[in-house]
């Protein structure tokens, strides 16, 4: 089964407007944490956002915010006011398991991405 | 910001033949990855390292070995490369619990 679901394949956007880009989890432990990768174009990865499964706030970074729905196993990014560098290919991630210790520390299971577009 | 480089950047190599790439890293993380990334299946687990000479299978292993003898050095080695093998290849370090991964440039590479 998928650990990170990205129902979304293409999503479009007019500049200056919200979107929010879908993410859902499946996993077991009580401690996990989830991220938001960027990839443009040019191929770079790029960090956007993280959330604590412990965390009680929504995280927010910017312009990105992360709308975490623990229950629903959901951690959707919401970007505001869109611009048009923003078009790239947004990739939701999971770590599982508690911080410390163990091998498989620090390891992510990606979903398979939304690209977005941006228009003027 | 150079605190991964990963080398080639891009190569194209004839089935059967061994291929190493490499990834060099100068921020003294202890975790380091392996992915590779191919339409419609997002970024999928080669390898990752715990430390230097502590390494492990990811989801996407077979074909593949790596070796990581120093800290700063993690390489990825497909022994006998096959098309199945064509992809872009990312190196990653992680450090902070709460920040993603730092992630290399890529490798694009071809198997023909």
């Known amino acids: 089964a998928q650990k990170i679901t990205q129902t979304q394949p293409g999503m479009f956007v007019q500049e200056k407007e919200a979107v929010t880009l879908d993410c859902t989890y499946d996993?077991?432990?009580?401690?996990?944490?989830l991220f938001w990768y960027k990839q443009p174009s040019s191929g770079e990865m790029i960090f956007l956002i993280y959330?604590?499964?412990?965390?009680?706030q929504n995280a927010t970074e910017g312009r990105y915010s992360l709308n975490f729905q623990k229950a629903r196993k959901s951690a959707n990014l919401v970007i505001s006011a869109s611009q048009l560098g923003d078009s790239a290919m947004y990739f939701c991630?999971?770590?599982?398991?508690?911080?410390?210790?163990?091998?498989?520390?620090?390891?992510?299971?990606f979903g398979r991405g939304t690209q977005l577009t941006v228009w003027p | 910001d150079a605190g991964i480089t990963q080398s080639p950047r891009h190569k194209v190599t004839e089935t059967g033949t061994p291929v190493t790439l490499r990834c060099h890293q100068t921020?003294?993380?202890?975790?380091m990855y392996w992915y590779r990334q191919d339409p419609g299946h997002g970024l999928r687990l080669i390898h990752y390292?715990?430390?230097?000479?502590?390494?492990d299978k990811g989801e996407v292993s077979d074909g593949y070995s790596v070796s990581r003898s120093k800290t700063e050095d993690f390489l990825l080695t497909l022994e006998s490369a096959t098309s199945s093998q064509t992809s872009v290849y990312f190196c990653?370090?992680?450090?902070?619990?709460?920040?993603?991964?730092?992630f290399g440039s890529g490798t694009r590479l071809t198997v023909v």
């Open positions: 996993t077991s432990d009580q401690s996990y944490g």
């Open positions: 959330q604590g499964s412990y965390d009680e």
């Open positions: 990653a370090t992680w450090q902070d619990p709460n920040y993603g991964y730092t």
């Open positions: 390292s715990y430390g230097v000479k502590d390494t």
């Open positions: 991630a999971m770590r599982e398991g508690r911080l410390g210790g163990g091998s498989t520390l620090g390891r992510l299971y």
């Open positions: 921020e003294n993380h202890r975790y």
